[in-house]
T-cell receptor, first 114, second 114 residues
Framework: GAGVSQSPSNKVTEKGKDVELRCDPI?????LYWYRQSLGQGLEFLIY????????KSGLPSDRFSAERTGGSVSTLTIQRTQQEDSAVYLC????????????FGPGTRLLVL | QKEVEQDPGPLSVPEGAIVSLNCTYS??????FMWYRQYSRKGPELLMYTYSSGNKEDGRFTAQVDKSSKYISLFIRDSQPSDSATYLCAMSASMSTSYGKLTFGQGTILTVHP
């Protein structure tokens, strides 16, 4: 079946602009995660959704970052007033609620802030 | 100091060699241990998953966890050029408390040359 999809695959923006990144999880996966992968920092957890609620937002680096999930499916990560340090690959993963240890990752969105 | 330490390499081996990849960690709450493989410009792909201490074998891959030493390993036997990728270790605490949030090592870049 279809895996996790993300769009856009690449995004170039100017400092100070807002960006929206989209994630479509595997159908039936109620758990959804956002991670960020940057050079020198590795992969870092951002936020976790179970259904439409986010019990763990502890990884969001600042209040410029927000995320929502609607219909227990698609999720959007929004970065407001982008900064150059936001440049990274943003990865989304999904899993079944009872198999959180088995997460399937999407291909990521490569964000470059100029 | 990071919770999970992984030598970034790069590691270059000839085809057919046995590859040993390792991570150490400091958080004794980690119970779930994973190895992901990431090809260039792709999302991470789950290779192996182990709960608590012990060994697990899957084809040419063997994962080992030593919780007493806070040390995990991935062995690749009869390595192939197609194994060339970045290998990421990842860990998680109890699913009920951590919601499956993964903490990653920095990743080891592996090249298997013919």
């Amino acid at each position: 079946g279809a895996g996790v999809s993300q769009s856009p695959s690449n995004k170039v923006t100017e400092k100070g602009k807002d960006v929206e990144l989209r994630c479509d999880p595997i159908s039936g996966h109620t758990a959804l995660y956002w991670y960020r992968q940057s050079l020198g920092q590795g992969l870092e957890f951002l936020i976790y959704f179970q259904g439409n609620s986010a019990p763990d937002k502890s990884g969001l680096p600042s209040d410029r970052f927000s995320a929502e999930r609607t219909g227990g499916s698609v999720s959007t990560l929004t970065i407001q007033r982008t900064q150059q340090e936001d440049s990274a690959v943003y990865l989304c993963a999904s899993s079944l609620a009872h198999l959180l240890e088995t997460q399937y990752f999407g291909p990521g969105t490569r964000l470059l802030v100029l | 100091q990071k919770e999970v330490e992984q030598d970034p390499g790069p590691l270059s081996v000839p085809e057919g060699a046995i590859v040993s990849l390792n991570c150490t960690y400091s958080n004794s709450a980690f119970q779930y241990f994973m190895w992901y493989r990431q090809y260039s410009r792709k999302g991470p792909e789950l290779l192996m998953y182990t709960y608590s201490s012990g060994n697990k074998e899957d084809g040419r891959f063997t994962a080992q966890v030593d919780k007493s030493s806070k040390y995990i390993s991935l062995f690749i036997r009869d390595s192939q050029p197609s194994d060339s990728a970045t290998y990421l270790c990842a860990m998680s605490a109890s699913m009920s408390t951590s919601y499956g949030k993964l903490t990653f090592g920095q990743g080891t870049i592996l090249t298997v040359h013919p």
